[in-house]
């Protein structure tokens, strides 16, 4: 695993006045650390480096501290995602119609596994727990968009026509 300094040192300094704002709106108490953070991550869709310089200053708590909690909640991201979450079902109906195979054929084209992000930082592939809708295993989200009854060479056409988009 990545330590937060090596995570620190190749990524980019972001513009903190949206995090300025977000601190400004909540009382100086730690209690609203988590709270804090989920809006910090809605708005730059993950959890950057110097901007928790904002939030440690803010709260007036440790890195220790700040990153304990970041650590213990899955759904915080502190290194930058891809533009797409690619959230691709790994519950048991998608398990058994061939996710482990669709998820083979993006390590082979796009050389990322579960957490990771492409070189172009396009997509991040997340396994997700059932999304729902098993009736259509397998499922994959991708962005905002749901597909269903997906195979190895749809996903690798549906995701071309995300790369297509830029
Ligand atoms: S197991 Fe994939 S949608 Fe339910």
Known sequence: ????????????????????????SFPQKKRHLIPILDKIQQSYRYLPPNI?????QYLRISRAQLYGVISFYPQFRIVEPGKYILKLCYGTACFVKGAPIIADKIKEVYHIGAGETDAKKLFTLQLASCLGNCGAAPMAIIGDDTHGSIDPEVTQSLLGSYEDKE
């Open 1 to 24: 695993m990545e330590t937060t300094e090596a995570v620190e040192e190749e990524q980019e300094i972001k513009d903190p006045k949206a995090a300025e704002e977000i601190l400004a």
């Open 52 to 56: 928790m310089e904002l939030v440690m």
